[in-house]
Every structure is written in C-alpha cells, then in structure tokens.
Nanobody, 117 residues
Framework: QLRLVESGGGLVQAGESLRLSCEAS????????MAWHRQVPGKERELLAG???????DVADAVKGRFTISRDTAKNTVYLQMNSLKSEDTGIYYC???????????WGQGTQVTVSS
C-alpha cells in the first residue's frame, strides 16, 4: 500500500522560506496526481497545489506567486517550496496522492508549519 511521508515543517519568521517534502513508498512516475493541502483549526482542509504525472502544475490563487510545487520521480518525492511566508500560512500541511482517476485519495500524516510575525 502506498505511504506518503511529509517532512520539512517547522517554525520560521514571517518572510522566510521553507521547502516541504513528501516521499512516497513507491515509484511515482505514473502517479496520476499529487498535491499539497493545508489544514487550519476551525477551517476545512484546503488544496494549495497539485501536479499531474504529465508535470502539469496548478497553484491555488491564495498562494500563487509564493508557493511552487514540483515532482522528482527519481526520488519519489513531491516538494512544496514556500516563499515569503506569512503568519496566516501557519497550519498542518498534508501531502496526498491519487494513483489513478478512480482510486481513493491517499494522505500523509502531515507536517506542522508555524510562521511567527
């Protein structure tokens, strides 16, 4: 069964950068879609960015221009580069994967990001 492990979270100051990593337990070359989400207490989990197996990437308007998603198939890893972090970026960041068009979404355990102002 596919497992996803996020890493790279932590405590940073506003304006700084972080790069989150999501390592999959198996090859992601044909993985249909992989994405990053954020969960803030009291709010629904929101989709931040996603990337297809064809390397087409989309980023939510809320973080466009600051966040970038990328996919390294050689390392079975998806990254979320986060620049110019703001206090409102604080939350738990989750990686997810869709192995194909019909399978259920698989989630990682999440990594905490805290941005102090």
């Amino acid at each position: 069964q596919l497992r996803l492990v996020e890493s790279g979270g932590g405590l940073v100051q506003a304006g700084e950068s972080l790069r989150l990593s999501c390592e999959a337990s198996r090859n992601i070359f044909r993985m249909y879609y992989m994405a990053w989400h954020r969960q803030v207490p009291g709010k629904e989990r929101e989709l931040l960015a996603g990337i297809t197996n064809g390397m087409h990437a989309d980023v939510a308007d809320a973080v466009k221009g600051r966040f970038t998603i990328s996919r390294d198939t050689a390392k079975n890893t998806v990254y979320l580069q986060m620049n110019s972090l703001k206090s409102e970026d604080t939350g738990i960041y989750y990686c997810s994967a869709l192995t194909d068009r019909t399978s259920p979404r698989i989630w990682g355990q999440g990594t905490q990001v805290t941005v102090s102002s």
